[in-house]
């Protein structure tokens, strides 16, 4: 079992920062790849960004050059660095982890950010 939970939410304004975390604790020695999602209110769930074991990211493009993951393994700790924040990435953001091969199978409860002047 792995257990994520994320921190670091708030209201910001538009062009404004943000940095989320996301403490991981459990069996996570073998986790593969960690992310980001998000959910704004009647939307689906997108996929924001993602790193995995060699360190390689992936971003969605409504948030390539504005938005950076990043890890540090002495702390065990998922971080998403927001950047010239929009009113449109106003939602709740939850990290996520799984194995290799495995589904998305471990969940934070979620930190609301609104970006609104």
């Known amino acids: 079992q792995v257990q994520l939970v994320e921190s670091g939410g708030g209201l910001v304004q538009p062009g404004g920062s943000l940095r989320l975390s996301c403490a991981a604790s459990?069996?996570?020695?073998?986790?593969?790849?960690m992310g980001w999602y998000r959910q704004a209110p009647g939307k689906q769930r997108e996929l924001v960004a993602t790193?995995?074991?060699?360190?390689?990211?992936n971003y969605a493009d409504s948030v390539k050059g504005r938005f950076t993951i990043s890890r540090d393994n002495a702390k065990n700790t998922l971080y998403l660095q927001m950047n010239s924040l929009k009113p449109e990435d106003t939602a709740v953001y939850t990290c996520?982890?799984?194995?290799?091969?495995?589904?998305?199978?471990?969940w934070g409860q979620g930190t609301q950010v609104t970006v609104s002047s």
């Open positions: 459990g069996s996570i020695f073998n986790i593969y790849a």
């Open positions: 790193i995995i074991s060699s360190d390689s990211t």
């Open positions: 996520a982890a799984r194995y290799q091969f495995n589904p998305w199978d471990y």
